[in-house]
């Protein structure tokens, strides 16, 4: 098995209100408890109803439980279900080594919706993580979640990916039995798909 480049071993899911992002870091650290590592998971919340920004913190480590929040420039990878918030989160936790996998599809916030702010481009958000990270990788995820028929496996189609980045000790059968544990047997079959999906679009994913 895989062993972690540090223990602990820092990863942030961040999204907004309504994406999944608690889903994603719940899978993600049973699987991981299915291994014997020992998973701690912070959560902060905006307005998560209306929008707002939602972090996952998970710290995990073969030694011992640690704080449930990552000290600043910390974190080990982000994985954003909303791009610009790969860039507010990678500023404030992490590092020129820090690993950035994000969808881009955007969730635009109230202020942006009344015209009282401007969303950045795409491009824009890619080159301001590429000032601060030399690996990042944006996944049409949202976009092959609908075509696989639901909005919310776009969260999954990012697990997918994150174990196609070859970090942590997980992958295909530990997530298929962790959710063969926690959904209904006819909804296994597409979340296998889903993760299918996300380990393709990061294997051909575009280098920032």
Same mark, same amino acid.
């Not at 909303?82 to 690993?99: D, W």
């Not at 969730?107 to 824009?124: D, F, N, R, T």
């Not at 296998?192 to 920032?208: I, N, P, Q, T």
């Given at each position: =098995?895989?062993e972690l480049a540090r223990d602990p071993y820092n990863i942030i899911i961040t999204g907004v209100g309504g994406q999944g992002n608690v889903m994603a870091s719940r899978l $993600? #650290?049973?699987? *991981?408890?299915?291994?014997?590592?020992?998973?701690?998971?912070?959560?902060?919340?905006?307005?998560?109803?209306? #929008?707002? @920004?939602?972090?996952?913190? =998970?710290?995990?480590?073969?030694? @011992? &439980? /640690?704080?449930?929040? +990552?000290?600043?420039?910390?974190?080990?990878?982000?994985?954003? *279900?909303?791009?610009?918030?790969?860039?507010?989160? =990678?500023?404030?936790?992490?590092?020129?080594? @820090?690993?950035?996998?994000?969808?881009?599809?955007? +969730?635009?916030?109230?202020?942006?919706?009344?015209?009282?702010?401007?969303?950045? @481009?795409?491009?824009? +958000?890619?080159?301001?993580?590429?000032?601060?990270?030399? /690996?990042?990788?944006?996944?049409? !995820?949202?976009?092959?979640?609908?075509? *696989?028929?639901?909005?919310?496996?776009?969260?999954?189609?990012? +697990? #997918?990916? $994150?174990?196609?980045?070859?970090v942590l000790p997980f992958g295909r059968e530990d997530f298929q039995a962790v959710i063969a544990e926690n959904l209904s047997a006819d909804k296994v079959d597409i979340n296998?798909? &889903?993760?299918?999906?996300?380990?393709? $679009? *990061?294997? !051909?994913?575009?280098?920032?």
């Open positions: =098995m895989k $993600l #650290g049973n699987m *991981l408890s299915r291994g014997g590592y020992r998973i701690t998971i912070g959560e902060t919340f905006g307005v998560s109803q209306r #929008g707002g @920004s939602v972090m996952s913190h =998970m710290r995990i480590s073969k030694k @011992s &439980a /640690w704080s449930p929040q +990552i000290p600043k420039g910390r974190a080990d990878v982000i994985v954003a *279900l909303e791009p610009i918030e790969a860039v507010r989160v =990678m500023a404030a936790y992490g590092n020129t080594g @820090s690993m950035v996998i994000a969808n881009t599809r955007p +969730i635009y916030p109230v202020q942006v919706i009344a015209g009282e702010l401007e969303y950045p @481009s795409m491009e824009k +958000i890619k080159d301001s993580l590429s000032q601060l990270t030399g /690996w990042s990788r944006f996944l049409n !995820a949202t976009e092959e979640a609908l075509i *696989l028929g639901s909005p919310i496996l776009g969260n999954v189609i990012m +697990i #997918g990916a $994150l174990s196609a980045m070859d296998m798909k &889903a993760f299918d999906r996300g380990a393709e $679009l *990061l294997s !051909a994913a575009e280098v920032y």
